[in-house]
C-alpha cells in the first residue's frame, strides 16, 4: 500500500510543480505537519507510537527525537493524499552504528571465552545497552544535520492527515541514525527482546565474517609476513603465554595494535630465548636482547617489540633484510637455527589459539 502511494504522491508532486502550482501551500497538510512534529519532540504518547519501530525504542527515541527542528517548505493536496517538503534538524546521529559496531565488536572479542557471549538474550542485552549509550553519547554533541524530505499523507477519512513514513524518512527525522534489524519494522506481538536480538546477530554475524583465526602450519609461518597484526585478542594470548610470561597478554596486544608487528612472533622470540621467561641471562632480559637487564618483562617486551617493528620489519630499519622470521634471525641471533626455533613456537601458538578461538565462534551461532 505504502509503495502505491508513494507513486502517486511522486505523480502529484511532479504534475503540481509543472502545471505551476508549487508555491500552493494548503493549510491542512502544513498544519497537520506542524502538530506531527510538535508531537516527535513533546513526546506525545499517540505520535510515538505511530512512529517507532519496537518498545525498546522508547529511551533510543526520547535521545533523538527531543532536538528536532523543522521548517516546512511546501504542502500539497490531491484528493486523499497529500505531500509536505519539509526541512528537517537534528542532532547528528549517523556515526552511532559505526560507533555501536566497533564497541560490540570488542565486547564480543573481550568476553569470547566467557559463558557470557552463549547466553544470546544476555548477549543482546548487552548490545542494546551498548548501542543506547553510543545513542547518548551522539545526543551531548553540538553536531547537527539538515536534509530535505517529502512527508507523505493521507486522508483518514476523520479529516485529519496520516503521515506515511518510510525508512528514509524515519532515518531523516532521527538524524541518520540507522537502527538495526527489526527495530525499523512495525511489529505486533513480538516481545520486547526484537531490537536487542538483532542488534546481537548483527555483531555476531561481523564477528563471524571478520574473525576466524587458521591454524597456520610451520611452513606457513616461515613465509608469512610478520609485520602484519596477527589478529589475536587478549583474551586468544592467555592460552598461550607460560609461567613468567603469563601477565604479559595486554603488553603483547598493545604492541600489535600500536606497530606493524605480529605479537606471536615476539611472544614466540621470549619463549625460546628464555623458556617462558624461566631463564634469564639478565633480570626480565626474556628476549635475549643486548647485555643488560629490564626493570619488568613488559619492559623488556615493549622495547624489543618496538625494535622488531622499526629496526627490522620496517623496510627503512637498519636491520631490515626481510619480514619474515629468517629474515629477522640474520641480524637477531647468531644461531642459525634460531628462525625454525622461533618459527615452530609461533605455528604452535596458531594452532592452540585457531582451535579454542574458532570453537567459541561456533558457540555464537
Known sequence: MNGILNTILAFILSTLMSTGLAAVIE???????????????????????????????????TEALN??????????????????????????????KEAYEKKSYKYVMDNLYSKDIEDKEKLGRQCLKIYEKQV????????????????AMEDDG????RMILNDESRRALLGGLQLSGNGEKKKSDAGKADLADALRQE?????LEQEEIPAYSYDEVQVMDMSKPSGVTVEDLKLVTRYKLVGTEETLYQLEQDYNLNCLLLLGIASHESAYGTMQFHPNNVCGYGYSGFSSVNECLDTVGRVLAKNYLDPSGPYYKGNTIDSVNRTYAADPAW????????????EIISE??????EKLK
Open 27 to 61: 493549510d491542512e497538510p502544513a498544519e497537520a505537519v506542524e502538530d506531527y512534529f510538535n508531537g516527535l519532540s513533546s513526546g506525545q504518547q499517540q505520535v510515538i507510537e505511530e512512529y517507532r519501530g519496537c518498545e525498546e525504542l522508547d529511551e533510543i527515541q
Open 67 to 96: 532536538n528536532v527542528e523543522f521548517e516546512i517548505e511546501e504542502a500539497l493536496e490531491k484528493g486523499d493524499v497529500a505531500v509536505a517538503k519539509v526541512k528537517v534538524t537534528n542532532r547528528d546521529f549517523s556515526g552511532v
Open 136 to 151: 547518548a553519547e551522539a545526543a551531548e554533541k553540538e553536531d547537527r544535520t539538515s536534509v530535505e524530505i517529502y512527508m
Open 158 to 161: 476523520d479529516n485529519s492527515w
Open 203 to 207: 555483531t555476531v554475524d561481523y564477528v
Open 339 to 350: 628462525d625454525s626455533k622461533v618459527a615452530r613456537k609461533v605455528a604452535y601458538f596458531y
Open 356 to 361: 579454542n578461538h574458532n570453537k567459541q565462534l
